[in-house]
């Protein structure tokens, strides 16, 4: 079975499939993209405790690339549950130190489905460097990935250094 669908440009970096320029064109044609926004706006749910972590937080992401308006809800719920989690953190911790068997035992259960809806949350905006290197085109792979017509600064240089060369 086959995996889900790779853009253009990922295709291109990897190297493994070679598409024709038409092909490239009808894929990137079919590829969705959603332009960032000016800045992080927290939904209007968001408690506002939760605003200025989701602005700092929404701003990193912007600036990576990684947040567009429609995952404004998705990092609200992740600092809504991160919330939850330290919560259900502290009375399982309390209910340990009070040596209630039974207690730390719920508490722990309730502690680990936050945990696990955290990370999940995390792992979908690109929060861990493992969902970050799934999400994007690494940098270097990027710049292989140019056109020919394309030179990068160090191309540029050399490029001139040689026409220096050559002609004095």
Known sequence: MPGPRQPVELLKAKGNKHLTRGEED????QEVHVPPPDQAQPPRWLLKKFHREFREIGEILRQAGLY?????????????????WL?????????????????????????????????????VMGLSISSRCRLVVPEVL????RDEGEEDEFTRMLRARQSRAAGG
């Open 87 to 123: 919560r259900a953190d502290k009375l399982a911790s309390c209910a340990i130190r009070d040596k209630d068997e039974k207690l730390a035992k719920e508490w722990s259960a309730v502690q680990s489905t936050y945990f696990r809806q955290c990370r999940q949350c995390a792992e």
């Open 68 to 84: 567009t308006e429609l995952d404004r809800d998705v990092l609200g719920q992740f600092l809504v549950v991160r919330d939850r």
């Open 142 to 145: 990027a710049n292989a990935a």
């Open 26 to 29: 009808a894929r990137r044609d």
